[in-house]
């Protein structure tokens, strides 16, 4: 990999969003490339810890929760929280763009597939970054392709390639759809424009347990 290519980060700021992400970024920081993880002002007191303490440049954009920091509040306003950060990645993306170190490539979570469109609207290719298991994936795949309508009818559902599934082996928000259809619509919503980026990256913790032992034979 080129030693001054620049590659940004960005995950939905929440733990279990945030750590995956952070963890592939330094690994990517280790091949030789400048790596900024774009967190955004919901999470900036967390963030900010880690200034200068890692090999990951870590950039504050706005997400509009300025005076409301809670992730509750920003889960509430998830067309929000669209609308600003777009607009605050784009405005990032230009400042770069004049500087030593102009962005070449996003990696972004699965939860922001609209900054794909940021990316490609200043010639950037992307790539969603999947948190969840790939099983989890699936699931919601299929959802989103109708293969099962919600709400459930049947007390066990049938997937391709997965076994059968007991309603209580779904997620709530699958289970019970009404209980927050942002939130819903939101990890429904990770899949629709992902067969149009060139690359598609998955937590696994598989390969590296793979290379941990075999550094240690």
């Not at 929000?80 to 996003?106: C, G, H, T, W």
């Not at 794909?116 to 795949?141: E, H, M, W």
């Not at 899949?191 to 980026?197: D, M, R, W």
Request: aromatic share 10%; glycine share 4%.
């Amino acid at each position: 990999m080129e030693r001054k290519t620049h590659i940004l980060v960005i995950p939905y700021p929440v733990q279990g969003h945030i750590n995956p992400m952070l963890q592939f970024s330094k690994r990517l920081a280790t091949k030789g490339a400048r790596v900024t993880l774009v967190a955004t002002s919901t999470i900036r007191n967390s963030m900010q810890a880690l200034q200068g303490a890692s090999s990951v440049n870590i950039e504050i954009i706005s997400d509009g929760s300025e005076g409301d920091e809670t992730v509750e509040s920003l889960i509430a306003t998830v067309d929000r929280f669209k609308d600003v950060v777009s607009q605050s990645l784009a405005e990032y993306i230009e400042k770069l763009n004049s500087s030593k170190y102009p962005p070449k490539f996003i990696v972004y979570d699965c939860a922001l597939p609209w900054a794909l469109d940021v990316a490609r609207k200043y010639g950037i290719d992307g790539a969603p970054f999947y948190t969840q298991s790939c099983a989890v994936n699936v699931v919601y795949y299929h959802f989103k392709k109708g293969t099962v309508r919600l709400p459930l009818e049947e007390p066990t559902v049938s997937l391709p390639s997965m076994p059968k599934l007991a309603i209580k082996d779904l997620s709530s928000l699958l289970s019970n759809p009404s209980s927050y259809p942002p939130l819903l619509n939101l990890f429904l919503d990770q899949f629709s424009n992902f067969l149009e980026a060139k690359w598609i990256f998955f937590s696994s913790f598989k390969e590296l347990e793979l290379e941990v032992s075999s550094q240690s034979l």
